[in-house]
């Protein structure tokens, strides 16, 4: 397949990513972020796992499960949740700027954990994507946030970049003998339980998942959400990073804060200042230059 079909396929990826937070925030009014997770990671485990039994059906080592087991519970479990807290305090515009830091924080465990080497482009491209971010979330009176909801929306969205990037590194380890689609299909199933035993465990299982259950528009809306964001655009990503370079691949699907910035403009009516599209055109050339850089 042509590159350019690969390149397109990311970046639609990176739009559904885009779209379902928009709909994820809209539901956050109604629905615990707890909730919103498992709900879509179950969406997501059915439909990869049927996906799975009609392609790519190979055995997978223990090691890797352990790993990708690991991975799972960190990201999806616990960052993801952490991503739903931060989204619905922020809204899709912010949350979406921030994670954009995942990549950083990834390189620069990788570099200090594995020992990976990253060159000077790298390193530039740490520093942009930084500027990038700093100069739309210092922005004064961020559009649409609530002046109580930004700080607790901010550590909420870090949290979800250090497990996020924690559970890549353990993906990695893993990847390297098994395909994507299982690997992805191990980590949702990871990702569900860790969430069910930590529902049961404190109690709140039937709280998170009672507003849904008690109206079937709200159960729709998450349907329809989960499959947008956690399967297609899943499902979009694994192909782009099949038939082109992951540097490529990755990059474009980082372009979430970009694809953001029209959607709130024209959907959610806020007001886009010079100085945020600026800083969010900065951070995903930054991201760039990280992908560039690896050593």
């Given at each position: 397949?042509?590159?350019?079909?690969a390149?397109?396929?990311?970046?639609?990826?990176?739009?559904?990513?885009?779209?379902?937070?928009?709909?994820?925030?809209?539901?956050?009014?109604?629905?615990?972020?707890?909730?919103?997770?498992?709900?879509k990671?179950?969406?997501?485990l059915?439909?990869?796992?049927?996906?799975?039994?009609?392609?790519?059906?190979?055995?997978?080592?223990?090691?890797?499960?352990?790993?990708?087991?690991i991975?799972?519970?960190l990201?999806?479990?616990?960052?993801?949740?952490?991503?739903?807290?931060s989204?619905?305090?922020?809204?899709?515009?912010?949350?979406?700027?921030?994670?954009i830091?995942?990549?950083?924080?990834?390189?620069?465990?990788?570099?200090?954990?594995?020992?990976?080497?990253?060159?000077?482009?790298g390193?530039?491209?740490?520093?942009?994507?930084?500027?990038?971010?700093?100069?739309?979330?210092?922005?004064?009176?961020?559009?649409?946030?609530?002046?109580?909801?930004?700080?607790?929306?901010?550590i909420?969205?870090?949290l979800?970049?250090?497990?996020?990037?924690?559970?890549?590194?353990?993906?990695?380890?893993?990847?390297?003998?098994?395909?994507?689609?299982?690997?992805?299909?191990?980590?949702q199933?990871?990702?569900?339980?860790?969430?069910?035993?930590?529902?049961?465990?404190?109690?709140?299982?039937?709280?998170?998942?009672?507003?849904?259950?008690?109206?079937?528009?709200?159960?729709?809306?998450?349907?329809?959400?989960?499959?947008?964001?956690?399967?297609?655009?899943?499902?979009?990503?694994?192909?782009?990073?099949?038939?082109?370079?992951?540097?490529?691949?990755?990059?474009?699907?980082?372009?979430?804060?970009?694809?953001?910035?029209?959607?709130?403009?024209?959907?959610?009516?806020?007001?886009?200042?010079?100085?945020?599209?600026?800083?969010?055109?900065?951070?995903?050339?930054?991201?760039?230059?990280?992908?560039?850089?690896?050593?």
């Amino acid at each position: 397949m042509h590159h350019g079909w690969a390149g397109a396929f990311a970046l639609i990826s990176a739009f559904l990513w885009t779209l379902s937070a928009i709909l994820f925030k809209k539901l956050g009014k109604e629905v615990l972020p707890a909730g919103m997770n498992l709900g879509k990671g179950l969406v997501a485990l059915i439909l990869l796992g049927i996906l799975i039994l009609f392609t790519d059906r190979k055995p997978v080592s223990n090691h890797a499960i352990i790993f990708l087991g690991i991975s799972g519970i960190l990201g999806i479990s616990l960052g993801d949740t952490f991503y739903f807290e931060s989204l619905v305090r922020l809204g899709p515009r912010l949350s979406l700027i921030v994670t954009i830091l995942i990549p950083v924080v990834t390189v620069i465990l990788a570099a200090a954990i594995l020992r990976e080497s990253l060159l000077l482009t790298g390193w530039f491209g740490i520093f942009f994507t930084l500027l990038g971010v700093l100069l739309v979330l210092l922005e004064h009176e961020p559009a649409g946030v609530r002046p109580k909801d930004f700080k607790p929306g901010i550590i909420y969205g870090v949290l979800s970049v250090l497990c996020c990037a924690a559970g890549i590194l353990f993906s990695k380890t893993a990847l390297g003998s098994t395909s994507v689609l299982p690997a992805t299909f191990i980590r949702q199933v990871a990702g569900v339980t860790g969430l069910i035993f930590l529902g049961l465990g404190n109690f709140k299982l039937g709280v998170w998942l009672k507003p849904v259950f008690n109206d079937p528009v709200l159960l729709k809306k998450l349907l329809f959400a989960s499959f947008i964001g956690t399967f297609l655009g899943t499902l979009f990503s694994i192909m782009a990073l099949k038939y082109t370079y992951a540097a490529i691949a990755a990059t474009l699907n980082s372009t979430s804060p970009l694809f953001i910035l029209p959607l709130s403009f024209f959907v959610l009516k806020e007001k886009i200042s010079l100085r945020a599209v600026i800083g969010s055109f900065v951070a995903v050339a930054g991201v760039s230059l990280i992908f560039l850089g690896g050593g």
